[in-house]
């Protein structure tokens, strides 16, 4: 894949993308840029505010409300959880539990726990348990991926 870069003071940011067939690295660099693009609104101390969605780690949904988490701050979000995984699900996040999304690109490492669940360390090294319901799913799309590239995602298989 050939990549050219041109820094030029003062022009508006463009990303072109030029394929003949949408491979896998296609597709992942098409996922990170719609990741980066998408933008969710929602209030934090009670100012609307803006939260590019490559910047969440997780998305929550507690007592019918829900909730963006970034590494700064937190976001309650007006959409349910639902239409947020639908909306989503194209640029790497994932359905980890009944209550919780996850972006798979903030993940830093992944541990196999007994029963088939996943532990999920978080950037910021919040731990994200991923139910054996999802777990399957999590690591074919991982298979299927990968991490990105430069990046490591570490497997642990626990003891016993």
């Known amino acids: 894949?050939?990549?050219?870069?041109?820094?030029?003071?003062?022009?508006?940011?463009?990303?072109?993308?030029?394929?003949?067939?949408?491979?896998?690295?296609?597709?992942?660099?098409?996922?990170?840029?719609?990741?980066?693009?998408?933008?969710?609104?929602?209030?934090?101390?009670?100012?609307?505010?803006?939260?590019?969605?490559?910047?969440?780690?997780?998305?929550?949904?507690?007592?019918?409300?829900?909730?963006?988490?970034?590494?700064?701050?937190?976001?309650?979000?007006?959409?349910?959880?639902t239409a947020l995984s639908q909306m989503l699900d194209d640029i790497r996040f994932f359905r980890c539990s009944k209550s919780m999304i996850l972006n798979i690109d903030k993940i830093e490492r992944l541990r196999s726990l007994p029963s088939n669940r996943i532990d999920a360390t978080m950037r910021g090294g919040e731990h994200i348990l991923i139910s054996r319901t999802y777990a399957s799913d999590l690591r074919s799309r991982l298979k299927k991926g990968g991490a990105r590239r430069g990046e490591r995602t570490e497997w642990q298989q626990e003891p016993g």
């Open 1 to 81: 894949m050939k990549v050219t870069i041109h820094q030029i003071p003062g022009a508006e940011e463009e990303v072109s993308v030029t394929y003949d067939a949408l491979t896998p690295d296609v597709e992942r660099v098409l996922e990170f840029l719609q990741g980066h693009c998408m933008t969710l609104t929602g209030k934090a101390d009670e100012e609307t505010v803006q939260v590019p969605a490559g910047d969440i780690l997780y998305i929550e949904s507690v007592d019918d409300r829900t909730f963006a988490y970034t590494e700064k701050a937190v976001v309650r979000l007006g959409q349910s959880l």
